[in-house]
Structure formats: C-alpha cells, structure tokens
C-alpha cells in the first residue's frame, strides 16, 4: 500500500532538466583518474546525464556476461552501474 504523493515521474521530463552528458569513455576514464579500475563485467554505464541534484544512467549488461542475467535477480554489473550512476552528482 503506497500513501502519500504518488505522482509519477517522467522520464522524460527528468531527461529535459538534466544539463550535463558524459559518454561511456569519458564515465570510466574520471573512474581511473580518482584510482577505480573496472573490468568489462563492471561497465555498464553507457551514458550518463546529470544537474546538481539528480542523475539518470543508461545501463547495458555487457553481451559477454548477458548469458548469466537468469541467475541474478539483478545482475551485480547492473547494480554496480546504478551506483557509478550516482557519482554524475559530482562530475563537472
């Protein structure tokens, strides 16, 4: 049972307020800059847009590992990605 403001969010509006775009390469190269090194498993971030209160990820399981989503409830490269998502609130 939800209570409360159940409005919905539109992706699309969210989409519309957010300013910054950073593409796959340039996600992961500020990752080896602040000293995280990610195999292909954990990059699945392929794009990233953010302002300074809110971000939204496009996550793509890498196509090598695809074969293993039916054992996850959620794929730990997927979860892994929703939280690199998070560090478009610091990026500039």
Do not use: M, R
């Amino acid at each position: 049972i939800i209570s409360g403001n159940t409005s919905s969010l539109s992706i699309q509006h969210l989409e519309s307020t957010l300013v910054n775009f950073y593409k796959n390469a340039d996600i992961y190269l500020f990752f080896e800059k602040i000293g995280f090194s990610y195999g292909l498993a954990f990059k699945p971030l392929q794009w990233l847009k953010a302002n300074d209160t809110e971000a939204l990820g496009y996550l793509v399981c890498p196509d090598d590992f695809a074969i293993y989503l039916q054992n996850y409830v959620l794929h730990p490269s997927l979860l892994d990605g929703a939280l690199q998502a998070t560090i478009g609130l610091t990026l500039k």
